[in-house]
């Protein structure tokens, strides 16, 4: 049970970039997804979250307007749309399921191996 992720990468500085994580063994539709970056040495840093009930989604003040999250129930696999990316957002990218949205990583399972986003300047 976990997510298994696609469309991470080495990307020019103000470049866009759409990340997918589906889920592998479990059914999405049941779940919250709640996406988060983490740097080597650092905690998981939340980016938003969607609801299972009404696809509400919740983001951190950073990436507001830039970012966005989305589901597709039929293919089992959540996204994060990305824009005007900067080098300060490489990170290695995650999803988690959850019950509710919430921004504590602790909480969230399935994580996953996570993708890689590098942005060069």
């Known amino acids: 049970l976990q997510f298994v992720y696609s469309g991470g990468g080495l990307m020019q500085d103000g470049g866009s970039l759409r990340l997918s994580c589906a889920a592998s063994?479990?059914?999405?539709?049941?779940?919250?997804v709640g996406w988060f970056r983490q740097v080597p040495g650092q905690r998981h840093e939340a980016i938003g979250c969607i609801t299972s009930s009404d696809d509400t989604t919740y983001y951190a003040d950073s990436v507001k307007g830039r970012f966005t999250i989305s589901r597709d129930n039929a293919k089992n696999t959540a996204f994060l749309q990305m824009r005007t990316l900067k080098p300060e957002v490489t990170s290695v990218y995650y999803c988690?399921?959850?019950?509710?949205?919430?921004?504590?990583?602790?909480?969230?399972?399935?994580w996953g191996q996570g993708t890689q986003v590098t942005v060069s300047s």
């Open positions: 063994g479990f059914t999405l539709v049941d779940y919250a």
């Open positions: 988690g399921a959850h019950k509710y949205c919430t921004a504590i990583a602790g909480g969230y399972d399935y």
